[in-house]
């Protein structure tokens, strides 16, 4: 079955200590991103990455940091800078249509990853 | 900056009810319009789409038709179930379509009950 994973999907870290999540897509898609959502708010872009080795931040990046070493993974590692780590992450990939006149980029979402900071 | 904004919810319906949730935008030209639906505990799936005006997206009873005039996609369902119980993202993407970024509404939650 094609799709993304996240793991794992409960995550349980101590204040001051980094942490890395895992995402992983077969899909062959060349863009990846990394969200973040909050109770009752929208999902705001961490970082997203359009090709290997590269890579952009997004609206909230300060206190993260992520790589992209290999087209199938995009993992992100949140670190003790970031305020108030604890949240759902989501990762996403997409792939790009085009037609009529217009392109526009499907994305396909993971499970989820729901950080808890003790 | 482009931005888009989506009715409070939450919102609660008796089953078989007509369902509205509210989607207006923020953006300079043209573009695409989206809603993806998250259940409990997962991820988001994309609902259905519109890419240029006056298009109509649907999928599973659910459609919306993209408003140049009102700057408007609200999501419409004629019946809704209890499995449709989930929360609703407005979203659009610039007409560059720089980097295939989404911009996301604030999510409107939906409870269906029977």
């Known amino acids: 079955d094609g799709g993304i994973t996240q793991s794992p999907k409960y995550l349980f870290r101590k204040e001051g200590q980094n942490v890395t999540l895992s995402c992983e897509q077969n899909?062959?898609?060349?863009?990846m991103y990394w969200y973040r959502q909050d109770p009752g708010q929208g999902l705001r872009l961490i970082y997203y990455?359009?090709?290997?080795?590269?890579?952009q931040k997004g609206d909230i990046a300060e206190g993260y940091s992520v790589s992209r070493e290999k087209k199938e993974s995009f993992p992100l590692t949140v670190t003790s800078a970031q305020k108030n780590p604890t949240a759902f992450y989501l990762c996403?990939?997409?792939?790009?249509?085009?037609?009529?006149?217009?392109?526009?980029?499907?994305?396909?979402f993971g499970p989820g990853t729901r950080l808890t900071v003790l | 900056g482009n931005s888009v904004t989506q009715m409070e919810g939450p919102v609660t319906l008796s089953e078989e009810a007509f369902l509205t949730i509210n989607c207006t935008y923020t953006a300079t030209g043209y573009p695409s319009l989206f809603w993806y639906v998250q259940y409990p505990g997962e991820g988001l799936q994309l609902l259905l789409k519109?890419?240029?005006?006056?298009d109509k997206g649907s999928n599973k009873g659910f459609e919306a038709t993209y408003r140049k005039e009102t700057t408007s996609f609200h999501l419409e369902k004629g019946s809704v179930q209890v499995s449709d119980s989930a929360v609703y993202f407005c979203a659009l993407s610039d007409q560059y379509n720089q980097g295939g970024k989404l911009i996301f509404g604030q999510g409107t939650e939906l409870s269906v009950k029977p």
């Open positions: 899909l062959n898609h060349d863009a």
């Open positions: 996403a990939s997409s792939i790009e249509w085009y037609g009529q006149g217009v392109s526009y980029n499907e994305q396909f």
């Open positions: 519109a890419t240029k005006a006056d």
């Open positions: 990455s359009q090709i290997v080795n590269d890579f």
